[in-house]
């Protein structure tokens, strides 16, 4: 193929750039095939990306407010450290969900060990004090209350506890939180760690070596023992099917004094593929 000058530009940079004809005999060799080549393959499965942090499945209302407090607390007695930590740019969040735990953390890698170890030695150890956990119990209690007052978050909790085969919508939550105890707190604390289901996603500046010591040194350090193979399917999230036709709930505002409302519409479509995803996207 002869060379051109380039004598065009593109707007944005000023790159130059030629517009030329493929050659017939590129074309040709296109359409005959250039045979297996061995240096050309789909990369291999990295072994260390997780596709679900589930570690406990919420049996009931009082369990599910149970990992709401044994995380409020462990904030509270990590507070001196993740506040060090803060100063220094790393960072440790928590989230929960319908079957457990997600913990995140995250920053410069030459400390960061030590903030993990700080979250995993406290995890194991967790120190229930009386006086805290009635505090921690009034805030989260407030946090309930403040969550279902607000038409769109009320809204979206009640659409999830109908979609979802587990889930406990805050308004139960609220209704068993005055009658937990610091020690069913720590009875929990002890069963949380007796049956785990773990997956660690740990990328970054650290080698796979120490990544894999710091999975292990965690189970041994916390004490977990596996939750049983025949277990494990119950941990996926489920989306339940609705029954054809129009379903409605109505539900009142729990704030007399709000008058606004909200009103969700929600259309299920049956198993998604990237296809019917698209196009109900295109739809909105």
């Not at 040194?217 to 489920?238: D, E, M, N, W």
Request: glycine letters at 4%; aromatic letters at 8%; charged letters at 25%.
């Amino acid at each position: 193929m002869r060379r051109e000058r380039a004598r065009r530009k593109e707007p944005w940079f000023q790159t130059a750039y030629s517009v030329l004809d493929v050659p017939c005999e590129w074309d040709d060799r296109w359409r005959s095939g250039f045979g297996e080549n061995a240096d050309l393959h789909v990369p291999t499965p990295n072994e260390f990306i997780a596709t679900d942090f589930s570690i406990l499945s919420n049996r009931d209302p009082e369990s599910a407010v149970l990992l709401d407090l044994m995380l409020y607390v462990l904030d509270y007695n990590l507070k001196e450290i993740t506040y060090a930590a803060d100063v220094a740019q790393l960072s440790f969040s928590h989230s929960t969900h319908e079957h457990g735990v997600t913990l995140q953390l995250g920053g410069f890698s030459h400390k960061l060990p030590l903030l993990f170890e700080a979250v995993r030695d406290h995890l194991a150890e967790l120190v229930v004090d009386p006086s805290v956990f009635e505090l921690i119990q009034k805030q989260l209690r407030k946090n309930y209350h403040n969550y279902l007052i607000k038409p769109e978050k009320l809204s979206k909790d009640i659409r999830l506890q109908h979609m979802q085969q587990i889930r406990w919508g805050i308004a139960d939550k609220l209704s068993v939180i005055e009658s937990l105890t610091p020690s069913q707190l720590a009875t929990f604390h002890k069963d949380f760690k007796s049956e785990l289901f773990l997956e660690f996603l740990v990328q970054g500046n650290i080698t796979q070596t120490d990544s894999i010591a710091i999975v292990s040194k965690f189970s041994s350090v916390v004490q977990i023992s596996p939750v049983l193979p025949s277990k494990l399917p119950t941990l996926r999230s489920r989306c339940l099917r609705l029954p054809k036709g129009n379903c409605i709930c109505r539900v009142e505002n729990r704030n007399e004094d709000d008058p606004n409302s909200v009103v969700t519409c929600y259309y299920q479509i049956g198993p998604g593929t990237i296809r019917t995803v698209a196009l109900t996207e295109l739809l909105i």
